[in-house]
């Protein structure tokens, strides 16, 4: 590889250990009760009455600017020692996510970006220009990128460098909208776009290996290059990668990519962890942890507490805001947060109390002007069920008596995001530290690389793997 190539992932590699884990493992079940709950459950579980004992009697004396410099490690001479503990704890546990310094990804041909969001803008263009880098300096001319989407990636990077793709998508509409925009290049005056498209549903599986294999194999045959001089006889080398591989899609690429013998690098950004498959019976997930020695940290700490688990409010937690983009949330936008929690949280306790099907439906309203008091919440949220119309100004003036009776405990709404906003990172950390484990048990050498700036993409830590 270049040596500005190889110099970032060497600044990026870490090699995890068993003991990191464990730490990770027994800080996080310690905690537990920050993100044990949903948060639309907030006053029904009354969340605060968990904290330990003087933590949120400090909390509420904060402002919000001085909640906001709490994540960054400044305490006050009066914060308990144990929350300066946890403070300092989450700090120190947590995966560093500042952007590349050195990494000034070249702007894309504006018809790889029109019309897409400054989130989306971002991503492909500083993914696209890491994918290249990485499989240019080690001869790669084949990618697969697996949760292909609507090929925007794919299309920037196949006309842009040259590169033959194979997008592998479930969705059989989004595969078909991909190949039309494909075929506009030439319209365009752009180089021809060698990409195609197979619906596939990625599957942990003997079966969906050989239908991976074999979508790949008639990808090359359709696309064959003349074999080089070096290695005429050898099978061409491909790159996988993913862009906001969903729930088991990571693991599930991170299997193909071991067991697929062409497969030399893997670069991945996962996204809703809290999406995997999850075994409520056995309280753990099917494919977290992953790593051998995360197993073992893992069951090292359920030995010492048995009655804590990770479970899907964990990795949820894990999923949500970065603490960079809660930090850089301007005032109404804090404000509008805390009033969803409020009205959301005793909108479930009137909901429970009179027996009412609860449906993301009858929940959802959609107009931020709707949050503006308790009565014009009620009455969107009222508006959305049928035959209540004997029930409503009943209902309504339940809703706002619960609304005053429960004034006093808003005030816990805020601190207790500040502790998850804190957690957070630990909690990601773990996912990603198990994942590299895993890749580095199997014989390859792995690096975390904040790719994106986390304040417009969140998920913004790629995973980057190279087999020896």
Not at 48 to 53: F, L, R, S, T, Y
Request: aromatic content about 10%; proline content about 3%; overall charge negative.
């Amino acid at each position: 590889m270049s040596n500005h190539i190889a110099d970032t992932l060497l600044q990026h590699e870490h090699i995890v250990k068993e003991d990191h884990l464990t730490q990770l493992f027994n800080f996080i079940s310690k905690h537990q009760w920050i993100y044990d709950f949903q948060f639309t459950k907030f006053f029904v579980e009354e969340v605060w009455k968990k904290a330990p004992a003087g933590w949120l009697d400090y909390l509420i004396t904060l402002s919000t600017e001085q909640l906001k410099h709490l994540t960054e490690g400044t305490i006050t001479s009066n914060c308990p020692d144990s929350l300066k503990e946890y403070i300092e704890t989450c700090i120190e546990l947590s995966t560093h996510r500042k952007q590349l310094d050195n990494f000034d990804p070249p702007p894309l041909n504006s018809f790889f970006t029109d019309g897409l969001s400054m989130k989306k803008k971002h991503e492909i263009t500083a993914m696209s220009s890491l994918v290249h880098n990485l499989a240019s300096c080690a001869n790669i001319h084949t990618l697969v990128d697996v949760g292909s989407g609507l090929g925007y990636i794919d299309h920037a990077l196949s006309s842009t460098h040259g590169y033959d793709i194979l997008g592998i998508e479930c969705h059989e509409i989004f595969a078909h909208k991909s190949e039309m925009r494909a075929a506009q290049f030439e319209i365009e005056q752009l180089p021809t776009c060698k990409f195609s498209t197979c619906i596939l549903q990625l599957k942990q599986s003997k079966e969906c290996l050989q239908q991976f294999e074999e979508a790949l194999s008639n990808h090359q045959q359709q696309h064959r290059r003349p074999p080089t001089t070096a290695s005429p006889s050898a099978e061409e080398p491909v790159m996988l990668m993913g862009l906001h591989c969903c729930g088991d899609l990571t693991p599930t690429v991170m299997n193909i990519f071991l067991q697929l013998n062409q497969a030399r690098i893997l670069s991945c950004i996962s996204c809703c962890y809290h999406k995997m498959d999850y075994n409520i019976n056995e309280h753990q997930f099917t494919n977290f942890p992953m790593s051998a020695k995360a197993k073992r940290a893992f069951s090292f700490q359920q030995g010492i507490n048995g009655s804590s688990h990770l479970n899907v409010y964990a990795l949820r937690l894990a999923a949500q805001q970065t603490k960079g983009q809660w930090m850089n949330q301007t005032e109404a936008q804090y404000d509008y947060c805390k009033k969803n929690v409020t009205l959301r949280g005793l909108l479930e306790i009137l909901f429970l109390k009179e027996g009412i099907a609860q449906s993301k439906q009858v929940c959802r309203v959609k107009k931020k002007i709707n949050y503006s008091t308790a009565e014009a919440y009620i009455d969107a949220v009222l508006s959305n069920i049928q035959d209540i119309a004997d029930r409503a100004h009943y209902l309504s003036k339940e809703f706002l008596q619960l609304f005053a009776d429960n004034q006093t405990n808003f005030q816990f709404i805020e601190p207790i995001t500040c502790l998850q906003v804190l957690l957070q990172p630990v909690l990601e950390t773990l996912i990603h530290y198990d994942r590299l484990a895993f890749l580095q048990e199997n014989g390859c050498r792995a690096y975390l690389i904040p790719l994106f700036n986390e304040q417009i993409s969140p998920r913004n830590i790629i995973i980057v793997a190279e087999k020896k």
